[in-house]
């Protein structure tokens, strides 16, 4: 059946050793773990693994772009041509079409902004705790990371200012943040992108935008008027429920999209994201179910942390870091998300992202939730107890 593996010569470590120190140094992203992986180590059955672990929409795909993708299966020996989602997103947040700039998820966005300004001698301006591809993206440019302690687990708007050198090009904010879930509020933001400098790119990814309670939300594309340095990011993988399909986008200043668009892959974005996320634009009635869902589950999984004693970081995306408590002097969180795998329950770690003493959990559906939080429970009380995690 498998054909016999073919027999490989030592590893060419001349030049692996010639790859640039800067790439080696990189510390690879660590995604949550599959729930096929899970199923696989521990013996367990996939239909009863609960994966809260990535920030997926736990209702799925929307429906209307299941339709599309199911139509469009016919076109796929065909190369794709964006053109289409660019204009659809055009209309929906009336910027002009050379203002948008589609990506293979929004990393894919990210790592362009870093293409387009970031090389060894630079240097961007990002948060402790802050999302993980900022870090990567920058080291893999050989660029500087010059990471800004957060506040509270917050992003410090003055500090970051203040930490802006003459060799920064980019400034990174995520809003509301990954996996700190902490918001900045829109005239604090506003205040800082009027004092940055014109020649420093401040990215705004808005990853959790629809999570957001409409009124606290930014008039961020409103903003592009007046901040011609601004490129706010946005994806389909979270509310939209389309993480499998890799699409996201930039809207910025036409001359900024122009350089970011050098740096981007021909085609980067396939067919079947392509219509997808054209049809789950129009779902507006999916997106509103997906926010609602996120609100209530909030409100189960903060209650259950109450209930158990547990303190939390205050939370505007559809995720929440809880704080395991420490046992004698020694973070406990890593033993507990082993005893929550064991129950078939994934979560995430943070100690990569400074939080040793946290778990991110992304909010489920009610019964997922309600998992969640049994088994939690019993993992907390081994702590108790002073057994072996
Ligand atoms: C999930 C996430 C993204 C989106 O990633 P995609 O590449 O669009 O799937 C971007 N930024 C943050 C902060 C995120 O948490």
């Not at 080291?139 to 506040?151: E, F, S, Y």
């Not at 900045?184 to 990215?203: G, H, Q, T, W």
């Not at 990853?207 to 903003?223: G, H, I, K, T």
């Not at 996320?277 to 009635?285: G, M």
Request: proline share 8%.
């Amino acid at each position: 059946m498998n054909a016999k593996r073919i027999a490989l010569p030592p590893a060419p470590v001349d030049l692996c050793e010639r790859s640039p120190a800067y790439v080696r140094a990189i510390a690879p992203y660590q995604p949550g773990k599959p729930i096929s992986e899970v199923a696989r180590e521990l013996g367990l059955d996939e239909a009863r693994i609960v994966k809260l672990a990535s920030n997926e929409n736990p209702l799925g795909v929307a429906p209307r772009a299941r339709a599309a993708i199911e139509a469009a299966l016919s076109d796929l020996a065909r190369y794709p041509d964006g053109f289409d989602l660019v204009n659809a997103l055009s209309d929906r947040l009336g910027v002009g079409m050379d203002a948008i700039v589609l990506g293979n998820g929004s990393n894919d966005v990210l790592e362009m902004v870093a293409g387009a300004f970031l090389a060894p001698g630079r240097a961007a301006v990002f948060s402790q705790h802050a999302f993980a591809v900022y870090p990567l993206a920058t080291q893999a440019r050989g660029a500087q990371c010059i990471v800004v302690p957060a506040k509270d687990y917050a992003h410090d708007l003055p500090a970051m200012l203040a930490a802006i050198t003459p060799e920064t090009r980019v400034v990174f904010i995520a809003n509301p943040n990954n996996p700190t879930g902490t918001m900045i509020p829109a005239a604090a933001l506003e205040d800082f992108l009027r004092r940055v400098p014109r020649e420093v790119a401040v990215v705004l990814d808005e990853a959790y935008n629809e999570y957001v309670e409409p009124a606290l939300r930014c008039p961020s594309l409103a903003w592009l008027e007046r901040h011609p340095n601004l490129i706010v990011t946005r994806t389909f993988s979270k509310a939209y429920g389309l993480a499998g399909l890799r699409v996201g986008y930039a809207a910025c200043h036409p001359e900024l999209a122009a350089l970011l668009n050098r740096v981007r892959q021909p085609f980067n974005v396939n067919n079947l994201a392509l219509v997808a996320a054209i049809a789950a634009l129009d779902d507006e009635a999916f997106v509103t179910r997906s926010f609602a869902l996120n609100a209530a589950g909030m409100k189960q999984l903060t209650a259950g942390f109450e209930r158990l004693g547990l303190a939390w970081i205050p939370s505007f995306g559809n995720f929440v870091s809880l704080a395991v408590p420490r046992e004698g002097g020694e973070s406990r969180a890593a033993a507990v998300f082993q005893h929550l795998l064991r129950q078939g329950v994934i979560v995430r770690p943070v100690a990569g992202y400074q939080m040793p003493d946290h778990l991110r959990v992304t909010v489920g559906l009610p019964e997922e939730n309600e998992r969640f939080l049994a088994a939690l429970a019993p993992a907390l009380e081994r702590r108790r107890a002073g057994g072996a995690g």
